[in-house]
């Protein structure tokens, strides 16, 4: 039943912090019942210039179904029943998700997206419910349709979007809500003997991001094939795609209590089961210690909060679409053919909805598409201004999301101004600019940031323009929030350096430094504890002549770390450098320096902050 603090909690919204009002907000509506250019393996102190990684292997067994082969593409309800744009939820919050709108929006889909590779229309949370909220479920305490906001059932809806040579998608919260329970007394389809009773544990211990179902006690049977007459459900139905929420570790929780990968394990189970192939998809920011139970079981994986904004547009600049370019470099060797990193929906149609100025819908559309991530929009489709719909239609920007190459990382460090880059199979790089600061900047990519050095010619994907040969690097004046995006082909060199071992005895180490093992690392060692206070220096780094060099470092951070580095004498500058996503992995930044002609230091100081672990640097020949 709805609960009766439901109202309460959409007062105290506002001005509340975007991950709160997230929890919140879904709270309020449920508890009324996831290796690019530079990440590399070093492998050896005599050859380590940078290099793109290989194109991701397959990720999990689905892929040879043609399971999330590539980034779904499509259209989702929740960004706009979650919105309170004026007259998009006439009879309450969250009323917008009916089946005329989603009958509305397939038709649009069809007739506008469909040739561009959009083909999923996906129903998120709420169809069982009534505009109260109260949730509804059948003898068999599964999710049953609302009769007022799909009168004629999910088949019927699936029915038409098959109709249109589309896909459909489907939402369910993990565990077994409250509201389907029963006393335990409700019987399980096709499991004779089981109830709710024996699917959960005694206790009646509660799961999922906002505590609104009962844990599954997978240890009986029954729990399997409760979840197994779910899939069934759906399969009958005809759907193809599952958004399957509030799963942990994540979703804001952790503990045992909220560890669904048993869950995940066993819808993947019960889909295969059906004979259907049906796309798993898992949500929200998942945690990426278990990201290989996410690839193993599914075929994405929700690496942050909700996009949306819960307010008067769609999403917001701050809120949150911002926050991806902190959280998104962890993940980027985790994504491949069969299971993909999932940014959240693509609200960039229309201006006026979204809550976005040009700049930032282009920017968001890139970093969506460099990342890999699936291109599904929120936005009225019926209501796409220009300017978004040659956003969602450039064919080479989808191109860039949809074909085979690793998913991008910075190759510069995290700031206002970034360059985040990826080698593509034909040996040319993608390249986007970025500037996220509230001010206009000029941002340069330098071809050594790449592995590479001398002319290359360069394309603009965004106008369709060749621009004609670049020696050595390009610059952009970018607009705040802006971004530009590239393919860079080379004509020029592979750019000759010369490597560095933190770990080597002629440099010198001082604080908590010390040298650790490290399989992945050149060598097998890096230097890490670098933090209250400790520093390493690389000393005699030799250069023929003064000049600016693009020094790539080689690290290890399973979270962002700030570090200073500066050469000889001078002061230097706090970095950020972004995650490898664990603490095994090696990735690489680009950091300017000034060093002269014969020796020189590179420091690394973490002042009273903790910072990266260092395995090596690579310096070029020349300037």
Known sequence: MR??????????????????????????????????????????????????AAAPAATTADVTSGIAAKPFMGWSSWSMQSSQYPGLNPNGNYSYLTEANVLKQTDALAATLKKYGYNHVNIDAGWWMDNNWTTEFDQYGRQTPDPVRFPHGMKSVADHIHSKGLKAGIYLPVGLEKGAYGDGRVPIRNAPGCTTADIVYPDLRTTNGWDSAYKLDFDNPCAQRYIDSQARMLADWGYDFLKLDGVGPGSFKSGDNYNNVADVAAWHKAIADTGRPIHLE??????????????????????????????????????????????????????????????????????????LTNAERQSYMTLWAINKSPLFTGDDLTQLDSYGLSLLTNQEVIAVDQNNSPVARPVTPMGDEQVWGTKNSDGSYTVALFNLGESPASVTANWASLGFTGAASVRDLWNHKDLGTYKNKITATLPAHGSRLFTVKPGGAPLATTSYEAESANNTRTGNASVAACDSCSGGKKVGNLYLDSRLQFNDITVKKDGIYPVNVSYVSGDPRSVTVYSNSGNGTSLKFPSTGDWGTVGTISVELALKAGSNTVTFDSGWDYSPDIDGIDVPKSA
């Not at 509340?16 to 449920?30: D, E, F, I, N, Y």
């Not at 926050?323 to 491949?336: H, I, L, T, V």
């Not at 940014?343 to 809550?355: H, P």
Request: proline share 4%; with cysteine.
């Open 3 to 52: 609960s009766p603090s439901y109202r309460a909690l959409r007062g105290a919204l506002a001005g509340s912090p975007r991950h709160t009002m997230r929890v919140m907000l879904v709270l309020a509506v449920t508890a009324a019942l996831a290796t690019a250019v530079p990440t590399a393996t070093r492998a050896t102190a005599a050859s380590r210039s940078t290099t793109a």
């Open 282 to 355: 898992l949500s929200w920011s998942l945690d990426i210690g278990h990201a290989a139970d996410w690839k193993k079981y599914s075929n994405g994986w929700r690496i942050d909060t909700d996009v949306e904004c819960y307010c008067n547009t769609l999403v917001t600049w701050d809120n949150s679409v911002r926050g991806r370019w902190d959280d998104a470099p962890a993940w980027s060797g985790k994504a491949g053919p069969g299971g993909w990193n999932d940014l959240d929906a693509i609200d960039v149609g229309n201006g006026a909805m979204d809550g």
